[in-house]
């Protein structure tokens, strides 16, 4: 079974940061291209960032590509979103998701969220003005 734990949620202030962590198990990480989307109260969902476990290839969306980075731990078979200068905007939860097969090309289109067939549970992430 496919399982994504996402955690490293909290409250920050404006201009801070954080590190968000998806451990992912119950499937062969090199497999798979696994991405971070958020969705704001009132909001749609959004993609923020994606890697390929094959090759190491990102996606990282236009908006944020100044101040989040996405990255993996093949041994922990974990993918870490570093969210710095934070703000008021950002404040969301935050989901890991996971897509089976095809790593490098869902990373090149930009990991829609139409063919991420893994959702895990979120994480909120709250920035106080």
């Known amino acids: 079974e496919v399982q994504l734990q996402a955690s490293g949620g909290g409250l920050v202030q404006t201009g801070g940061s954080l590190r968000l962590s998806c451990v992912a198990s119950g499937f062969t990480f090199e497999d798979y291209a696994i991405g971070w989307f958020r969705q704001a109260p009132g909001k749609e969902r959004e993609g923020i960032a994606c890697i390929s476990s094959s090759d190491g290839s990102t996606f990282i969306n236009y908006s944020v590509k100044d101040r989040m980075s996405i990255s993996e731990d093949d041994a922990r078979e974990t993918v870490y979103l570093q969210m710095n200068r934070l703000k008021p905007e950002d404040t969301a939860v935050y989901y890991c998701?996971?897509?089976?097969?095809?790593?490098?090309?869902?990373?090149?289109?930009?990991?829609?969220?139409?063919?991420?067939?893994?959702w895990g549970k979120g994480t909120l992430v709250t920035v106080s003005s």
């Open positions: 998701t996971a897509r089976k097969g095809r790593p490098q090309a869902t990373v090149l289109a930009g990991c829609p969220s139409r063919v991420m067939d893994n």
